[in-house]
T-cell receptor, first 113, second 113 residues
């Protein structure tokens, strides 16, 4: 079974630029999560999708962050414009319908200069 | 409000030692608890998941225990190897409808050859 795929693995941008991350969850997993993990901290949930609907986006900074999962499979997370404090690892995870065990991708390390 | 604490924050041991990582949580009404491993700048790998009704789970050289009443879990690593060097995070899911993972800050483990 293939795991959660993410790309790119690394990205360096200047502040005020835009960036997008892509995630492909485990096949058949209905639930998809995006997390932000700042160095030395635990992951922070940004948004949770159930199929193509948003379940929880209470911690998503909606003035600059957006996410979509149009066909209920792949998802993209966008930051526009980026700030220095957005430097972090962005993790995507998925879980099957009704299950709580989450499977994580390798993450995208974003550096904003 | 559920809070998860991991002690120690960092640990350095010689190869071959048996070691224990600790995780405590303030609200004993949990659904389950997970232990994850994270290599530097990488994603998270689920190691063990313990349901609230279980006392322990084992996988290879890893054993995780759960004492819900005292709000504690331990991850025991037997015969540690340099390849075990990583950050170990624990996360709980509260009982109830909100199935968010609540994270500790992790224990950074270095196993020295």
């Amino acid at each position: 079974e293939a795991g959660v795929a993410q790309s790119p693995r690394y990205k360096i941008i200047e502040k005020r630029q835009s960036v997008a991350f892509w995630c492909n969850p485990i096949s058949g997993h209905a639930t998809l999560y995006w997390y932000q993990q700042i160095l030395g901290q635990g992951p922070k949930l940004l948004i949770q999708f159930q199929n193509n609907g948003v379940v929880d986006d209470s911690q998503l900074p909606k003035d600059r962050f957006s996410a979509e999962r149009l066909k209920g499979v792949d998802s993209t997370l966008k930051i526009q414009p980026a700030k220095l404090e957005d430097s972090a690892v962005y993790l995507c995870a998925s879980s099957s319908q009704g299950a709580t065990e989450q499977y994580f991708g390798p993450g995208t390390r974003l550096t904003v200069t | 409000k559920q809070e998860v604490t991991q002690i120690p924050a960092a640990l350095s041991v010689p190869e071959g030692e048996n070691l224990v990582l600790n995780c405590s949580f303030t609200d004993s009404a949990i659904y389950n608890l997970q232990w994850f491993r994270q290599d530097p700048g990488k994603g998270l790998t689920s190691l063990l998941l313990i349901q609230s009704s279980q006392r322990e789970q084992t996988s290879g050289r890893l054993n995780a225990s759960l004492d819900k009443s005292s709000g504690r879990s331990t991850l025991y690593i037997a015969a540690s190897q340099p390849g075990d060097s990583a950050t170990y995070l624990c996360a709980v899911i509260n009982a109830g409808n909100n199935r968010k993972l609540i994270w500790g800050l992790g224990t950074s483990l270095a196993v020295n050859p």
